[in-house]
């Protein structure tokens, strides 16, 4: 009378079946995660820019620096600054109607030696609106005084 050692118990094998679906859970938490972390988008202001940012995608947000803007045609570079730091910004496309020097803007785009190259440009839409992390930065930096 022998008993097999390859015989499982019902509950050594309800934990090797928890253990299975924990592991296949685990992996596909990590998948999930690795895909996300390429596609995330940080939110910056130029004195904000970490190091390491170089070739990341970015959205960099302050305001233009005056006299900074130069135009030709739909090509279009500037300073964008929060008081302490700047960078500058080169956009191929139209700048939008509201863009102007001394006016909140966002930037969307990657960083290469030093300088954005912007995919996107958002300028404030009315008279009193400037994305929230933008004010706040400014705001606490003594740059910018805006509504309350």
Do not use: C
């Not at 118990?9 to 972390?37: E, M, Y």
């Not at 202001?45 to 960099?60: C, F, M, Q, Y």
């Amino acid at each position: 009378m022998t008993t097999s050692a390859n015989s499982l118990t019902p509950k050594k094998r309800r934990l090797l079946g928890i253990a299975v679906i924990a592991i296949l859970l685990a992996g596909a938490v990590a998948l999930v995660l690795g895909a996300l972390r390429e596609n995330i988008v940080f939110f910056y202001t130029p004195s904000e820019i970490p190091a390491d940012i170089e070739g990341r995608p970015v959205r960099l947000g302050g305001l233009v620096k005056d006299g900074s803007v130069k135009i030709d045609g739909l090509e279009s570079t500037f300073i964008v600054t929060d008081g302490e730091a700047e960078i500058a910004v080169s956009f191929d496309g139209a700048l939008p109607s509201l863009f102007r020097e001394g006016q909140g803007v966002v930037t969307e785009g990657r960083i290469s030696n030093g300088r954005l190259t912007a995919s996107n440009v958002l300028a404030k839409h009315d008279e009193t609106y400037m994305p929230r992390e933008v004010a706040d930065s400014l705001r606490d930096k003594g740059v910018w005084q805006g509504d309350s």
